[in-house]
């Protein structure tokens, strides 16, 4: 295959593993022809519940080669961007491992955080966790979400995802979270110049419209859609930015980079 394209961005959970983190079919493979082709890849997902060796470990486990630098997950791109606030403290609503992989961004017990940051805790989503972030939101703390998906797909069906909590917050804060994750443009500009590669030579592939197709759209690179994980035809037809190319899965994406090149 030529290097039509220069760079990837790839989605995992839906795209490459499925809800119980095994590679889609022809995953591997399709991996395993782009790297060979010379094109760059970056594994970008919204998942925010676990750290990047996490991310790491389910990919290589399902036989798809990976190193960690290609991992690009928004707690990669939170801390880009608390480390360009100077002394910034946060309020974290993440599990406990990611929390104290935080730790030197904690606020300090009886200070007032500048950001409440929200992930996904699962079942840490209490009643007075939130309230205890509203009250720090209400007080003019910024509130900050690691992705504003509505739900994710676990092996016993769809789960709420972290967007439905911001949303809750924001709405009893009257205020508007900024997004690091998927459609922001955040994570995919990091990835992209990790990669030293133009978003007019690189294609964001997942399986949600708005999360992959939007977030691609929006960074300015070219964009397929897969028949996989979160696909539905509804949501495709619902959607405000449609895919350049839909494919059954990323089994075909070697074949359809092609395609999308020879419209160049």
């Not at 889609?24 to 395993?32: H, L, T, Y």
Request: aromatic fraction near 6%; hydrophobic fraction near 50%.
């Amino acid at each position: 295959m030529p290097n039509v394209f220069a760079g990837v961005l790839l989605d995992i959970q839906g795209t490459l593993l499925d809800a119980s983190n095994r590679a889609i079919p022809g995953a591997v493979d399709a991996v395993a022809t782009l790297k060979r082709s010379g094109v760059r890849i970056r594994y970008v997902t919204n998942i925010d519940s676990v750290g990047a060796p996490t991310i790491l470990r389910r990919l290589t486990s399902a036989g798809i080669a990976a190193e960690i630098d290609e991992v690009f997950s928004p707690l990669v791109a939170l801390v880009r961007f608390l480390d360009a606030q100077p002394s910034a403290a946060c309020h974290f609503l993440l599990p406990d491992e990611l929390a104290s992989e935080l730790a030197q961004y904690a606020v300090a017990e009886g200070e007032r955080p500048d950001f409440v940051v929200v992930g996904d805790m699962r079942d840490g989503f209490a009643y007075d966790a939130l309230n205890a972030a509203l009250r720090h939101l209400l007080e003019g703390a910024r509130l900050v979400a690691l992705n504003k998906g509505r739900y994710y797909l676990a092996p016993d069906g769809p789960v709420l995802d972290t967007g439905a909590f911001a949303a809750a917050l924001e709405h009893g804060a009257n205020a508007e979270a900024y997004v690091i994750g998927k459609p922001s443009t955040e994570l995919l500009r990091l990835a992209l110049e990790d990669m030293s590669v133009a978003p007019a030579g690189a294609v964001m592939v997942g399986d949600d419209s708005v999360a992959d197709v939007g977030g691609g759209h929006r960074v300015g690179a070219h964009t397929v859609l897969v028949r996989t994980g979160k696909f539905t035809d509804g949501a495709l037809e619902a959607a405000p930015v449609k895919p350049d190319l839909v494919i059954d899965s990323v089994a075909g994406l070697p074949a359809a980079l092609e395609v999308l090149g020879s419209d160049r």
